[in-house]
């Protein structure tokens, strides 16, 4: 499947800043099951100082504000293509060792609620009842139980143990609780940003965030916690990295006074 997509983010400031720079995770890149056909990055208020790729293989751009005006506007157009790889991204693709990826971190530090699931599935995992594809899903089915999908109750500062608590929370969130998890149980996990296109909202004011575990003879596999199945063809990957901190569409520093304030849009057609 062949996707047309816009992805535009405004930022306004009250008073003009001294400095702006941004950091962007906001280019997909080619795969097995992923063909970047065109994409194209457009900083209005600014421009691209810098381009590189980080540890997770991601590619990432620096822009600037040029400080000429109130507003600076980051837009992405493209064309990506998607073949239904039944979740299945492959092979280990860039220089962290996998191992790394069984480390806890900040957002997915795991306290009593979610050591709790990670030992009712280790009981089912050392009985051998299950493989690990059918342990990964039941584990994805359990954390959507405990955190229902609920916006406004949590923020990009919440942690997994903390939406456990309030039983409620977004994709991020989802992706937090089932990495957390997924690692104690001793399997290789990541954090995914990205798009995935819905019928019925074509245009959209935030990605989307799935987990993807390393299973041996398959690679990476994803778990798409919030919608409970498997990335398909409406699937289309941004970026990777041990949480949410490492894949931030847009994160940047500014110095100066004045309150800043933005707006997304992002908007999906198939082609």
């Not at 990055?41 to 997770?56: A, E, M, P, R, T």
């Not at 229902?148 to 608590?165: H, L, P, Q, R, S």
């Not at 847009?250 to 309150?259: S, V």
Request: net charge negative; proline share 3%; glycine share 10%.
């Amino acid at each position: 499947m062949q996707y047309s997509v816009c992805h535009q983010t405004v930022f306004h400031f009250d008073s003009a800043p001294q400095s702006v720079v941004q950091r962007l995770h906001l280019t997909p890149l080619s795969h097995a099951n992923q063909n970047v056909i065109e994409w194209d990055i457009k900083v209005d208020g600014g421009g691209i100082q810098l381009g590189s790729d980080d540890f997770h293989g991601n590619r990432i751009h620096l822009c600037e504000h040029d400080l000429s005006g109130p507003t600076m506007a980051v837009s992405c157009h493209g064309y990506v293509e998607v073949v239904d790889g039944n979740g299945i991204w492959g092979e280990h693709e860039n220089a962290v060792p996998l191992m790394l990826y069984q480390r806890s971190t900040p957002l997915s530090k795991a306290g009593p609620r979610l050591g709790k699931i990670a030992a009712e599935m280790s009981v089912v995992k050392k009985k051998k009842e299950v493989g690990d594809v059918e342990l990964l899903h039941a584990l994805s089915k359990r954390i959507l139980e405990c955190i229902e999908y609920k916006k406004g109750e949590t923020d990009v500062t919440t942690t997994a143990e903390k939406a456990m608590e309030i039983g409620a929370g977004v994709c991020q969130d989802h992706v937090h609780a089932f990495t957390s998890v997924a690692r104690l149980l001793g399997y290789s996990a990541r954090y995914v940003s990205g798009y995935m296109f819905m019928e019925d909202m074509l245009v959209q004011k935030a990605s989307h965030a799935w987990a993807e575990v390393y299973v041996k003879g398959l690679g990476w596999l994803g778990f798409d916690i919030s919608n409970a199945i498997s990335p398909d063809d409406r699937y289309i990957k941004l970026a990777t990295g041990f949480d949410y901190s490492d894949v931030v569409p847009l994160a940047g520093i500014r110095i100066g006074e004045g309150r800043e304030t933005l707006m997304t849009s992002i908007s999906l057609s198939r082609q």
